[in-house]
């Protein structure tokens, strides 16, 4: 089954200790993004990766990093979370080209930073 | 810089009426409009999208209209039913040939049965 796998689904942690969260496709995705949803606020932009070792900063790039080691993997990291970083994160993947830039989500993780 | 501005922020209608979102974007490079739904708890998903060439694009139920010269383009649903109860996001394409969105802040709607 074509999917976008995020891990985990919940998180609580508290200020300052390093997390990771990870995001797998199987759909040989060139394109891979994060994205944060605040109420009232949308989905903004975290970064995103056109390909293997390809990565740019997207709206709200701040707070985190990202790697893309593997064509399938592109990893979320929060090196000193903060309570401002509580939020739903979903990562996204796409075929690049062919007209249409659909993306597909994965089911969503919901961080809170104490 | 570059937004999109999206309205109603929630939407009650009665089942069998029509819905019609509207968005607004800044950007007039953008030249790709997709709207995902977003059913509670779920992930979004694209239900459709147009590009700037195109003014109008249907899919049953579904609408979507583009007006390049005000830029701002509508989400129409006909024939309202409880299941498409959601939120609803547009999307602009920044900048033509540009793979990043920028993401209207969501339409609540409400199917009333």
């Known amino acids: 089954e074509a999917q976008v796998t995020q891990n985990p689904r919940y998180l609580i942690t508290v200020t300052g200790k390093k997390l990771t969260v990870t995001c797998s496709q199987n759909?040989?995705?060139?394109?891979m993004s994060w994205y944060r949803q605040d109420p009232g606020l949308g989905l903004r932009q975290i970064y995103y990766?056109?390909?293997?070792?390809?990565?740019d900063k997207g709206d709200v790039p701040e707070g985190y990093k990202v790697s893309r080691k593997e064509k399938r993997n592109f990893p979320l990291i929060l090196e000193s979370p903060s309570p401002n970083q509580t939020s739903l994160y979903f990562c996204?993947?796409?075929?690049?080209?062919?007209?249409?830039?659909?993306?597909?989500f994965g089911s969503g993780t919901q961080l809170s930073v104490l | 810089g570059e937004n999109v501005e999206q309205h109603p922020s929630t939407l009650s209608v009665q089942e069998g009426d029509s819905a019609v979102i509207k968005c607004t974007y800044s950007d007039s490079a953008s030249n790709y409009f997709p709207w995902y739904k977003q059913e509670l708890g779920k992930r979004p998903q694209l239900i459709i999208d147009i590009r700037s060439n195109v003014g109008e694009k249907k899919d049953q139920r579904i609408a979507v209209t583009l007006n390049k010269t005000a830029k701002h383009f509508s989400l129409h649903i006909t024939e309202t039913q409880p299941e498409d109860s959601a939120v609803y996001f547009c999307?602009?394409?920044?900048?033509?040939?540009?793979?990043?969105?920028?993401f209207g802040t969501g339409t609540r709607l409400k199917v009333l049965a």
């Open positions: 999307a602009a394409s920044r900048g033509s040939g540009t793979y990043k969105y920028i």
């Open positions: 759909m040989n995705h060139e394109y």
């Open positions: 996204a993947s796409s075929f690049l080209g062919g007209g249409e830039f659909k993306l597909f």
């Open positions: 990766s056109m390909n293997v070792e390809v990565t």
